[in-house]
Structure formats: structure tokens, C-alpha cells
């Protein structure tokens, strides 16, 4: 696994493909070529066999070259999680190799325009005749949508007598039929292609994965702790690159010429910046080590850590950033083109609060502490 080349390329495109708002097809080429999209499938099947902490790790290193990269791997990891999981044994014996070979990126379909991001109820309505799924899926967003080879979607489970009977299904997209339904053109993150998508067809009932309706145990399991651990990630790794880029033009010949690096105002704030930057690493290491230790993830007080850490990661992160900006000016922070790049850390970063919006865990983490009387700290 050729890790140098892989960051080189997503390197050397990272600019253009914000500019362009394009999937950076380089990076995903080189994933599927160096076994990165089977990084978390067992051995047994063919594929990396690696654990949370090392997507953690590689998540981090990609997001300080790119943080559109970084989410794309950190999601398709997710998804690929919770196949290795939760996929029955004939659908893992179909799906598991051919991930572990780099042939299939996939991208999630979760979201749903009546109700946003909201994971654990459906509006979309499926219907089976014993041997298939009849799926018409319509999602306001699908991260690399146009580019994947599988989708993971969420349904209302057939007969379902509640919007939270929610199953998750897996389809490949020889099986449905793929529409975009507009475009991309947001302020960051532009290169995730993260279009609106309409996904027809039918897949067979073995694609189910999980019990049906059963979606709130993948979610609880899989689906939420590593989308607030993967996302934290990229987010950290995203302006701990941004403040790297920083401190080597200040004490590079031209930063010393411009710059006193003996200012007690410049070095305040970047003692400041770094103080963000590790207490969100902390937070994340600890949230990680909770995670792969717990077997019950569903306890209020690993709740409440999984959102207080994608609260924190977003808040801080982007914060970071801004503070470089203020510290390095107008000219070196702020204008498109700088080598810093903390222009497009900044819009990157500024998608952060809003994915999956912290005023959402915010109100879960009030009612979560209510029923943590003891205050247990984890």
C-alpha cells in the first residue's frame, strides 16, 4: 500500500478540483489501486483488516492535503464497516472480496428531503414480493454519489407500522437505475460532488443488511460512531495542516521578513491555535479508545462523547483556521491562491457545524445529560 503516492496525487489535484467543484477521480483511482477501499475488510476476504483508530490515522493525513479527500475515504470506510458487520453471510461473501479488490466505492443514501440527515426515520417506502426490493429513492445529498459503484440506502421497511421501522439495503449500481437531480456549487467541501440523487431498481432481499427495520442498531454501532470519529478527523487533520503550512513560512526566510516571530501577539495566537488543535486531538484519541472498548455504545455517557467530540472538532477546528487568517493577514490568509491555503481550509471547515447540525446534538446531549445522574465520565 502505496500511501506517499496517494497523497501526492490528491495533493497535486486538491486545487483544482475545488476550483472545478469536480470528484477527484485521481485520489479514488489511486484508493482502489493501493487497497484503501478495502482497508477495513478482514484479511480473510482479502482486505486490510484495519481497525477505527488506523482509518483515524490515515483520515488525519489525508484531510491536511485535502479535506474533500479525507470525508470521501472516512464515508466509504463507514459504509464498508458496516457491511463487514452487519451484512448477512451470503451478501459478505459476495460484496467483502470485491471491496478488498478496490472495485467498489460506496456512497451513502440516507438523507431524505422531508427530513434532512435525521438517520433514524424514513419516508421513502419500499416494496417486496418475497424475492426483491422495489426501491424509489429520492436523497437531497450523496457524497461521491455519481461516482460510486454501490449505494448503502435507508428505507421504510416494507409493512412498517412506524417512520422509525428503518432498514438499511445495499445496491449495486448495475441494479438501479441512477439520476442526478441537480447540482454542486457550495461554498466547500466542493469536491465531495455531494449531489441530489434519484436511485430506481430492484436488488434482491439478500442485499438487506441488518434485521429489517433494524437500522437503529447500525446506527448506534457503526454508522454514528464513525461518522463523528471519521468526520472529527478530517476536520482536525484539516487545520492541524493549515497551522503547519503556517508555522513553516514563519520561520522560513520569507515569513521571517514579514513577520517578528517574537511578537507576543503573534505568538499568543498561535499558542491559541495549537491549544484547539490538541484538545481535539485529546478528545478524539479518548472517543476512539471508548469506542473499540465499549460493547454497549448505546450508554448516555458514550452518547454524550460522540457528539461532544463532533460539537468540539467543528467549532474548534474552524475557529483555528479563522485565528491563522487574523494572525497571517489578508494577503498570505485570505486570498484564493496563497500556498497557506487557509482560504479553502476556512470554507472547508465552515461545513463542519452544519453536518449534521450541532444545534440537533446540542438539544440530544441536554436531554442525554438528564439521564446521567451520576455523571459518568468515560
Known sequence: MNLDELFAVTAEHAARTDREASFPVEALD???ANGMLGFVVPTE?????????????????????????????????????????HAN????????????????????????????????????????DGSHLKIDRDAPIVTGGP????????????????????????????EVDVEVLGGWQPLGMRATRSVPMRLTGQVPVRNLVGEPGGFREIVTGTFGPLAHLGWS????????????????????????????TTSELLLTGLAKVRGRI??????????????????????????????TLKITAAEQCFTAVDELIELVGLRHGYLTGSPLRLEQAFRDLRSASLNYGNQRLYLANGTLSLLDQQVRLV
Open 45 to 85: 476476504h482479502g482486505g486490510g483488516g484495519g481497525s477505527v483508530t488506523e482509518v483515524l490515522d490515515l483520515t488525519l493525513r489525508l484531510a491536511r492535503e485535502d479535506m474533500s479527500v479525507a470525508m470521501i475515504f472516512t464515508m466509504h470506510c463507514q459504509q464498508a464497516l458496516a457491511l463487514v458487520r
Open 278 to 307: 490538541d484538545t481535539v486531538h485529546s478528545l478524539l484519541r479518548n472517543t476512539s479508545r471508548v469506542v473499540e472498548s465499549t460493547e454497549d455504545l448505546t450508554q448516555p455517557p458514550v452518547q454524550l462523547l460522540l457528539n
Open 30 to 32: 489511486a484508493m482502489r
Open 147 to 174: 461516482h460510486a459503484d454501490a449505494y448503502l440506502v435507508t428505507v421504510l421497511a416494507p409493512d412498517a407500522t412506524s417512520p422509525s421501522q428503518v432498514s438499511l439495503v445495499y445496491a449495486e449500481r448495475s
Open 233 to 260: 478527523a478530517a476536520w482536525l487533520g484539516t487545520a492541524a495542516g493549515a497551522l503547519s503550512r503556517v508555522v513553516q513560512f514563519l520561520r522560513g526566510e520569507s515569513g521571517r521578513k514579514q513577520f517578528d
Open 89 to 128: 453471510p451470503e451478501l459478505a461473501a459476495q460484496v467483502l472480496p470485491r471491496l478488498a479488490r478496490g472495485e467498489l466505492y460506496l456512497a451513502s443514501v440516507t438523507t431524505e428531503r422531508g427530513k434532512g440527515g435525521h438517520l433514524l426515520s424514513s419516508e421513502s417506502v419500499v416494496h417486496s
